[in-house]
């Protein structure tokens, strides 16, 4: 089957902004990106007329729960909530059960997407104490995303807390190591001491600012000592961001931010929506929102990934603290950032280099980019014109709420393009048990 379409009418948003053109796609890849292209008859067409047309996002940072945990979600669930929300590939998380750990538990979860996923995909594998030495052999296999480190403890049992095991880590490999930074020792103490009656609404408290710091001040400590590229994830303080750009480790040191801590805000995300807002680490007061989205603005964050976490509405009715952190979030990160572009913090082309150059930058992706000649033709078509409440029924998680349905947004996601065919349309994913989706390159 050709894998070809032209995409016509629409504003193609770049990395320098929008302009006017078509889009070509020929057998799976960008032909050409202009205006008035012509193609032959028989060649699909889109009309994208009045909407804007992006490369296909990256998420790369999700837990779709499988194998395991698939009550609360799973890899196909989670992928057609991601491939709604405009985004081609994920890279998920380890913090699964079996933990991805091992070269059998990575290819359990490629064997898994590769006959359910929506969108292209890769997993990352933790690193433990146990696998220290091995990791740098496990990082090379095909569909790895690289290698996770939980320094604090969250959903799972995964967790390195001592820099001694960090290090050996660091030494055993090449590629960006992704990183959860919180201290775990500090965390700990935070909840011995943290009084029987607290409330969500102390959830950023207890693991406060100086746990999100203390853990950031090692793990640069430890990048300067051995060499190794970190990849900060879900950055949630001004004085971590204070405390990369005076270190000034360069390209040694990128960082990631979620929607969340950009979108909402203490205290009241806890008092507006409760658990539904809890995730580590946490949403922080408004200061931290400001310096989150200056850094967006500026180039610091180099990717934003939406830590999709999904639970069951059940489990996050549980009295705090058990009720579990984490907010599901892949397929709102395009309709927030539009919002974004709305309300003047972002600029459209800012979110092709976060959500787009930002990832392939940070992973060494291979194939993708900005709609130009010789990428993949991956594309997200988006309706400028959606202003309304964000529909809850319009959200494919398996978990079923979102702290940002019902409010307005400022464009929707309408239709997903694969290697030039079209897998999303009119709120419905196109079969994709076929073939369609395959491992991202790095
Ligand atoms: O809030 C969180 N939830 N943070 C994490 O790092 C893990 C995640 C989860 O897996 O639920």
Known sequence: MKHDILIHGGQVITESGATKADVHIVDGKVHAVAPGLAAAADTPRYDATGKLVFPGLIDPQVHFREPGLTHKENIESGSRAALAGGITAFMEMPNTNPLTVDPATLNDKLDRAHKTAFTDYAFFVGGTAENAEQLGEYETLPGCAGVKIFMGSSTGNLLVRDDPTLERILRGGSRRVTVHSEDDFRLNDRYKTMAATAKVTEHHHIRDVECAVMATRRMLDLVELTGRPVHILHISTAEELDMVRERDLGDLVTL?????????????????????????????????????????????????????????????????????????????????????????????????????????????????????????????????????????????????????????????????????????????????????TSPVRF
């Open 256 to 436: 990631e931010a979620t929607p969340n801590h950009l979108f909402l805000h203490a205290p009241d995300c806890y008092e507006q929506h409760g658990s539904h807002a809890q995730m580590n680490p946490p949403v922080r007061e408004r200061r931290h929102q400001d310096a989150l989205r200056q850094a967006a603005a500026e180039g610091l964050i180099t990717c934003i990934g939406s830590d999709h976490a999904p639970h069951t509405l059940e489990e996050k009715a549980k009295a705090y603290p058990g009720s579990p952190s984490g907010i599901p979030g892949t397929q709102t990160i395009l309709p927030l950032l539009m919002t974004a572009v709305r309300d003047g913090w972002l600029k459209l082309e800012d979110i092709v280099r976060l959500s787009v150059q930002g990832p392939i930058q940070v992973y060494g992706i291979k194939d993708r980019g900005p709609l130009a000649p010789g990428v993949q033709g991956n594309v997200s078509i988006v309706d400028p014109e959606f202003t309304d409440p964000l529909p809850l029924d319009w959200l494919e998680s398996q978990a079923g709420w979102s702290p940002y349905a019902g409010r307005p947004m400022a464009g929707l996601p309408v239709a997903t393009i694969l290697r030039g065919r079209i897998a999303y349309q009119h709120g419905e994913p196109i079969a994709h048990q076929d073939g369609i």
